[in-house]
């Protein structure tokens, strides 16, 4: 059974940093691309970043580009986002997400995290 | 804000058939991107629904279909059921915004 699980989100100050982590399991993890959604209370879905299976493709919403940074670890099935100069805006739900497509940087998404929590206040 | 545009709510009686569109420009659907579709039901994660324009995954019912022509793309859902009261977004990729993968705004169907 594919499961991914994030963590890493709390309450953060304006202008700091947080890191959030997504543990998956149930699948090949370095077959497959990876990517963080985020939805902002009583908002829509926006795609925020995502990475090829083996890091070599990488991108980046341009309303976080330049602040976020995302990697994986494929020998611990990990999936991270660091996020500095944190902003009220970035307040939302953060979901990793499972690209369906072996080998594919884009795509659908076939399996979604629960979410962790960033909520940026001082 | 997003690049696809849904209808903020559509509705219906149980039965009913309804559709949602999703409306976009030359830079993603009309360009051949795929469109796929996902399901949020109150408090839980996005559940696909809908890939590659109308393919359903396992397990999703065959209520649920899926189309796209030039700019657009619709769901369907036939006979609707009060399981089905959810959050809809459609889902592509636009070539203009530095190769990302954006999401429509976001249709809420509600089962009268």
């Known amino acids: 059974e594919v499961q991914l699980v994030e963590s890493g989100g709390g309450l953060v100050q304006p202008g700091r940093s947080l890191r959030l982590s997504c543990a998956a399991s149930?699948?090949?993890?370095?077959?497959?691309?990876m990517h963080w959604v985020r939805q902002a209370p009583g908002k829509g879905l926006e795609w925020v970043s995502g990475i090829s299976w083996n890091s070599g493709s990488i991108g980046y919403a341009d309303s976080v580009k330049g602040r976020f940074t995302i990697s994986r670890d494929n020998a611990k099935n990990s999936l991270y986002l660091q996020m500095n100069s944190l902003r009220a805006e970035d307040t939302a739900l953060y979901y990793c997400?499972?690209?369906?497509?072996?080998?594919?940087?884009?795509?659908?998404?076939?399996?979604w995290g629960q979410g962790t929590l960033v909520t940026v206040s001082s | 804000q997003s690049v696809l545009t849904q209808p903020p709510s559509v509705s219906g009686a149980p039965g009913q058939r309804v559709t949602i569109s999703c409306t976009g420009s030359s830079s993603n659907i009309g360009a051949g991107y795929d469109v796929h579709w996902y399901q949020q039901l109150p408090g839980t994660a996005p559940k696909l629904l809908i890939y590659g324009n109308s393919n359903r995954p396992s397990g999703v019912p065959d209520r649920f279909s899926g189309s796209k022509s030039g700019t657009s793309a619709s769901l369907a859902i036939t006979g609707l059921q009060a399981e089905d009261e959810a959050d809809y977004y459609c889902?592509?990729?636009?070539?203009?915004?530095?190769?990302?993968?954006?999401f429509g705004t976001g249709t809420k169907v509600t089962v009268l």
């Open positions: 997400a499972k690209v369906g497509v072996l080998e594919a940087t884009w795509g659908y998404f076939d399996y």
């Open positions: 149930g699948f090949t993890f370095d077959d497959y691309a």
């Open positions: 889902q592509s990729y636009d070539s203009s915004l530095s190769g990302s993968k954006v």
